[in-house]
């Protein structure tokens, strides 16, 4: 088969909702956009990591500690689980790593705020993961296998984040008068930058055409939105906090909520390497591997001993 016939076949494949696997015929296109997003994804993974990380220390019960080093710890299994299914599509997790540390590579700009108060942990698990949840729910049933079902586990674990997360918020905002300035303080820094995390407009995104043309994503970045604003103004009202969007309206006619404009410069200032962490994100990733390369070398050493050792005794 030429390459317009294996073309055709594998859109076919793609239209008969089946999966494509790392051993199929894919086109190139293809290929280079899954790594471009799930390389993406597992960096967020793994910088998401540390504004959370910063506040173990800091947990206000044994209870709450727990479930945030359990939280932080998903995370990094979430990021390992990913760059195993970028590794499918033929680059190495050195690679994909060293694009992250020389700045080459994108991770999610919510990261790049800082976490400056216990309320923050309530509500990056509210906000940021059931902003995850609301996409990566989607990207369950994309069209490359391995992606899809890392999809399935990691929208499990993230369910979990937003409750524990939810939970914090609502406690705070039921708790004192302190407490409640304090989470709508964090709300108030927060709101914004999640619906960013889905992505510009649907006219301003370049990928969006092909990727959903191929069944990689099956919704826009406006859709995906829509979806989170309307599930989480109903949870915000039940705990009476206030979303930061004086242009928010209920539209009886569609059932949806209408809001205000998004600050897009902000946006593209933080993607662009200059929000608030960014410098400070990646000062603390470059400094994890630099002080990891002792266990990199011993695992790989180790590894090449057993295979020395194997084929002494075969
Ligand atoms: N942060 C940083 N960069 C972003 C972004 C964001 N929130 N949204 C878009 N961009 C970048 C894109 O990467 C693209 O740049 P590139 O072409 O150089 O790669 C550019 O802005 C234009 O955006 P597009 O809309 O054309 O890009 P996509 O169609 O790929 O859509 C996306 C962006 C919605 C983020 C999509 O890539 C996606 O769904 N990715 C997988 C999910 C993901 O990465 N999630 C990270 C969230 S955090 C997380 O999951 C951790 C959890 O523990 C909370």
Redesign the pocket.
Known sequence: MDDDAKLIEFEAKIKRGEKIEPKDWMPERYRKQLI???S??AH??IV?MLPEGNWITRAPTLRRKMGLIAKVQD?AG?GLYLYSATETLGIGRDEMVDQLLEGKA??????NYPSLTWADMGVIGWF??G??IV??TM?ARSSYGPYSRAMLRICAE?NF?KKQGYEIAATLALGTQAQKEMVQNAVDRYWWPSL?????SDK?????PL?MKWKI?RKS?DD?RQRFIDLTIPQAQRIDLTIPDPDLKLNKKTGHWEFGKINWDE?YE??RGNGPCNKERMTARRKAHFDGEWVRIAAEEYAKKRKTNHSNNN
Request: charged share 20%.
């Open positions: 471009r997003m799930m993406q994804h967020s993974e998401g995370e979430h994108k991770y999610s700009n919510i990261f940021v993961d902003a995850a996409n990566q990207l993230e984040h960013m995390m889905f992505g510009p301003d995104s370049p990928n969006t990727l994503k970045n995906l946006f933080v993607i």
